[in-house]
């Protein structure tokens, strides 16, 4: 599965800091920048996350 870029430059500048990865809702399609992740979803709930690693 291709990666998704960040879309938005405070998504880029998000995952500039720190350890921080973005995650891709395959369900609802947002993507939030966090540390770490209970493994769902935070703006829908749905399992369907991805990890996305982002050089």
Partial sequence: MPL????TDEIRAEMSKDHRRL??????GGQVVAIRHGGSCILCSSEA???E???
């Fill in 23 to 28: 995650l891709h809702c395959l369900d609802c």
């Fill in 49 to 51: 996350v991805v990890v």
């Fill in 4 to 7: 998704i870029p960040p879309q």
């Fill in 53 to 55: 690693e982002w050089d």
